[in-house]
């Protein structure tokens, strides 16, 4: 709730004029969406003889910023609407990323490398130095207009684990054409299963091609990358590729990138460097959930390695326990009764271990809300997860399944989670700091919430939820133990990116001889898709 007040008269409505302004005509100092906190500063400016009070709740108690996913407009202002942001997922975590930014010397360095027609500059340094902040500043010029000139980026990649090369490659050609009129973009590939192996390569087809009839004299094209080292090894790699032929492709020597890495030696292709070190006084990322994913009883913590048999169990629950990959007290004490029916332990089964632990002093975890939530985001690999599933699998979980509430829990979550594209329908989530171990139950949660909510059979709809379904859903299978269903799924979900279909291929094969077998069934299925994938072509 944003509203003046005070005894005093209404000061000619100017809290009513202000506010009616900035949002009929937007503000560039904000971001891309007018969010009371953000107005409160801006009327406050402009009508000294009022207060603007902004209070807010989180379905608990009164917090200071509220809900990041309410709004109350879309910010028009010219700045917004011509930015390479406007309807870009990543938009708000680059506007938290610069809301207190200040120009630094690294980067003019790095406007200064691109103006000068260097083809690629590699912005290095650890975690937490400012790389990501750098990037974010270049996509958004009104938080440095002395360094960054207006429009500097044409297209601006934020990747996480669990992007796709068909994703990235459909999101960059999707931002250049936005940004370059004379860029014809072609129509996609036959989506049709049954004939996407005649299908044209994607990367080709849909970027390489349409950049190549632009023609050698076309003017600078500037793309930021960030996120480059977050990629699954498979999709890094062949993202490495992909950059390194535009890099070296003669006719596009106008397209220039700035990639943030903490591995410069992966970007031979980048003839020139800026390194970031972390300013003094920089905070922290924030500390990791994983203390409140493991609460047990008392002492249970300190005793890793008692093994459930020291309980007294029949011979039926141990049996049930070790089916279910549960082999420790600690285990026990760190899953509700939930999680243990999800993971196939018998109702009854389930009664006896909870009475046995309540004996010795000890208990079935009893989950918050806010803790289902972040065990069900640790399973997700660092891949953004769309709040639909979210929902759909912390109910399985014991956790809030109505978006509304889940919402709520959200914002009661604050520092913990990042999320993107906050109060849309296609908000994503995801965790903030260190990831801890995943539980079994919740891959099975989300495994069969995909199931629901993303099936293969819809899989050309598209939407969000096909999207992590695309990136993530075999992972979910295979750790879950359903391999038949995860190799089944790896055999729907192809990549139409020809070489990226063989590495991914050749990675689970080595990942199922790792774990089952060289020998073992499901490695041989696996295998058999391995020889008879495309051989390796184009990028």
Known sequence: MLTASGDRTAAGGCFTRSLTAVLRSGDPGLGERLRCPDLRSVISGHCPAQTAVHLAFDGRRRTTSGDEGLWLAVNTSRAWQESVLTGHLAAAEIERLTAAYEPTPELGRVVGLLLTGARCVAVTGASGSGKSTLLSALARPSVAESQVPTRFLHAVLFLTPGTTPE???????????????QLR?????????????AAPDLFEHLLLDPLRALGPGHGPVHVAVDGLDALDPVDRDWMLSSLKHLLTDDGLGWLRFVIATELPENLPGCSATVAMTRPAGTAQPPASPEEALARAADGAGARPDIPAEVLGLPSDALRALDAAG??????????????LLLLGVPEQVVKTVADRLYDIGLSLADRTAG???????AATGGTPLPVRLLGAA???????????????VLTQLGPDIHRIAPGEPHERVTLAGTRPAPSRAAHRALAESIEEAAPVAARLHGGPEQAYAEARQADHLWAARRYADAVACLATRTSRIRAHERRRWAAWHHRSAAELGEDHPVTERIRAHLTAAAPTGGV
Not at 371 to 377: S, T
Request: avoid cysteine; proline fraction near 9%.
């Open 167 to 181: 994703q990235i490659v459909a999101d960059l050609a999707g931002q250049l054409a936005r940004r370059l009129p």
């Open 185 to 197: 973009l072609p129509p996609g590939p036959d989506g049709d299963h049954g004939r996407r192996a």
């Open 394 to 408: 912390g109910g399985r979980l014991g956790g809030p399944a109505r978006i509304p509430l889940l919402r709520d």
């Open 371 to 377: 803790q289902v939530v972040l065990e069900v985001l």
């Open 326 to 339: 549960v082999s420790s007290v600690v285990e026990l004490v760190t899953l509700s009764g939930r999680e």
